[in-house]
Structures are given as C-alpha cells and as structure tokens.
C-alpha cells in the first residue's frame, strides 16, 4: 500500500471517531463509561490530527476524498472484496488490480481502492 | 440486548501473552482480521489509544474502533493473567479487555448498547476479581449469563 492510501485510510478512521463523538448519544456513553481524553474536547484534538494528515495529502486526493465523502456521506476508502468494489459492489475492472500500489478509484463510484 | 449472545468461545482469548499495547491489539484482533486486514484495524485501534487510552481502570480496557474491516459489529475478549500496562486510568495493569469493532455505518445502534452492555457487566465483573475464575471460553460466558440474569432489565 502506498503511503499516499494509508493517509487516506488515516483520515477516514480519524472522520469516523470525530462522527462518534458528534453523536451526542454516543458522547453521553463514552462519558458514562468513563473513557478520559487528553485535552478538553476529543474533537478539537481529532480535528488537530486531521489537519496534520491532511498536510502530508496531495490536495488534489484530498478534494477528491471529500467529493466522494459528501457524495456518498459514508466511506470513501474501500478494499477491493473478490474483485468487486467494496462501495459499489461493481466489477473492478482487472487490469486495474496489476497497478495495487498506485491510488486508484472505482471507474464506477470514484472511491478509493485497496486490495487485500 | 445481552452481552452473552454476543459472545463466541473462539473469540474469548483467556491467555493473552503479550505485554504491549500494541501486541495486546494486534493478539485481540487476530479472530476477526488476518492479514493487510489486520494491520488497518490495529492502525486504527492505535489512533483511537491516540485519543486517550481506554483502559477504563479496575484492569479493564475496552479498546474500540470502527472500520470498513468487519460488516458487522464484532466483539472479541481477552484476558492477561500478568496484566498489561495500557495506560491506564489508575495507572494500573490490565487484566481484562473488551474489544468492541463495528462497521461505520450500524444501523441497530448496536454500538452504542454494546458498549453500554459492556460497562453495566464490568460494575459486577470487577467484584472479587470475578474474571479470573474462568478457566475455559465456555465458562468465561456461563459467568458472563449469570452476571446478566442477575441484573435487573
């Protein structure tokens, strides 16, 4: 996996933890069980990271994974599951599996791929 | 919703042998993730430890996550007799963890009970160090549905 894809994988785990502490449900639970965070607010800190991953990004796969974020409202870094997209679940062309460790995006719905 | 239907005796791992956090998470998921799998989830386990460790004190830990890795909500729970130094609250070893993984997107909310689950089980856990008397998987979750039966809802 490239470095570029792990970024991305980084930055989507990160997005996923700052929508878990947005759920004010969810916030509630983690308080009343008692998980402690450094720093005041968990999403301050989470949006500090985010920003530094988003540094280490090339701007032009930063704005692509936030078209695919706001598009698709849920992942946009998606492992290739028997040769089917694990978004879209189309058929991921195989002349695209020989170029694993470039950034490569679903012909059908522009999430990125990772093979397995 | 009980903590015991969820529970799989290939997944309760009584004798960890790792010291390290990392090698702990990387033990814990190895029922549910081989592999490139394994390394993302672990990954991701570390960035939440990031945040503040989830050692929630008394030797319990419950490292969570959600990630594309799993397609539904997974649950795997380990035990270290010696204990692992996780960073605890109180800054003592943990003995006992829960690992909790659940796809982003949940429909049931089963995360968020499970969790809840998760915390209510450990109040009675705790007592007398209840978890270390298991000896078998199949015990672990015969003492966990006694737990269970015995608290009120």
Known sequence: MTTQLELLLELQHIDYMIKDWENSELRKKFKEIGFKTKGKDPIELLLKKKQQVIKKIEPKLYNHYQLVMQRYRDWAVVPVLGGFCGGCFEKVPTELSGQKYEVITCPNCGRFLYWE | ?153
């Open chain 2, 1 to 153: 919703m009980k903590l015991y239907t969820l529970l799989r005796k290939e997944r309760i791992l009584l004798n960890l042998a790792s010291k390290k956090k990392k090698d702990v998470l990387a033990e814990l998921v190895e029922p549910i993730a081989k592999g490139k799998d394994k390394e993302i989830l672990v990954a991701a386990l570390l960035k939440r430890e990031e945040l503040g460790s989830t050692g929630i004190g008394k030797g319990i830990a419950i490292p969570h996550g959600r990630s594309l890795v799993v397609n539904k909500l997974e649950l795997v729970v380990g035990r270290s007799k010696e204990g692992v130094n996780f960073n605890a609250m109180d800054g003592k070893p943990v003995h006992l963890f829960f690992l909790i993984v659940a796809p982003p997107q949940d429909p049931g909310n089963l995360y968020l009970m499970t969790l809840g689950r998760i915390a209510l089980v450990c109040q009675e856990v705790v007592k007398k160090k209840r978890y270390m008397e298991p000896e078998t998987p199949e015990d672990f979750i015969k003492l966990i549905k006694d737990i269970e039966d015995r608290l009120k809802q």
